[in-house]
């Protein structure tokens, strides 16, 4: 098993411009995260989801949308970039029983010019 | 508002010492507590857990302790080891199934050889 993996593993951008975060899950887990790790802020929730085809806001959700597709997929977009989105993104996948311990991916560093 | 707080940016703690780190929360609704554990370029790794029903759960060289009165949870680690090195966060939910977790700051805990 990979667990969660994300891609890209880095990314520069220019100010405007727009991309999309791809995490994959091989564990049939239900319930997908993106957060955000920004120095002294700790982990931010971005959007999640619990279920194919659903989605729902987090903490931090502006400037960010998701999909939800495919059980095992969840994107993250920007639609236009800004130098405040640079931050490290992580996704994370969590299934039952254990529905707090989250299963995390290695991350993807995003800088934004 | 910092729900989940993290004081103590860093540690640092000499090998075969105790490691002691702290958090602490204000929203008197989360009932269930995580510790996760992070090395540079790699995804946050479960660690250890602990219910509001109990007030300290070991898991071998790891023992968190939770004081619900005061609000307050710390992790030990006995002994401490070069492979602890790491940042440590602590998380909140409002109980155990609850799908989101609230994330503290961090602490970079250094252990020295």
């Known amino acids: 098993n990979a667990g969660v993996t994300q891609t890209p593993k880095f990314r520069v951008l220019k100010t405007g411009q727009s991309m999309t975060l791809l995490c994959a899950q091989d564990?049939?887990?239900?319930?997908m995260y993106w957060y955000r790790q920004d120095p002294g802020m700790g982990l931010r929730l971005i959007h999640y989801?619990?279920?194919?085809?659903?989605?729902a806001k987090g903490e931090v959700p502006d400037g960010y949308n998701v999909s939800r597709l495919k059980k095992q997929n969840f994107l993250l977009g920007l639609e236009s970039a800004a130098p405040s989105q640079t931050s490290v993104y992580f996704c994370?996948?969590?299934?039952?029983?254990?529905?707090?311990?989250?299963?995390f991916g290695p991350g993807t560093r995003l800088t934004v010019l | 508002d910092q729900q989940v707080k993290q004081n103590s940016p860093s540690l640092s703690v000499q090998e075969g010492r105790i490691s002691i780190l702290n958090c602490d929360y204000t929203n008197s609704m989360f009932d269930y507590f995580l510790w996760y554990k992070k090395y540079p370029a790699e995804g946050p790794t479960f660690l250890i857990s602990?219910?509001?029903?109990?007030d300290k759960n070991e898991d071998g060289r790891f023992t968190v302790f939770l004081n619900k009165s005061a609000k307050h949870l710390s992790l030990h680690i006995v002994p401490s080891q070069p492979g602890d090195s790491a940042v440590y966060f602590c998380a909140a939910s409002p109980n155990f199934g609850n799908e989101k977790l609230t994330f503290g700051t961090g602490t970079r805990l250094t252990i020295i050889p």
């Open positions: 989801s619990v279920g194919e085809g659903t989605t």
């Open positions: 564990m049939n887990h239900e319930y």
């Open positions: 602990i219910s509001s029903i109990k």
């Open positions: 994370a996948s969590v299934g039952r029983p254990t529905y707090n311990e989250q299963f």
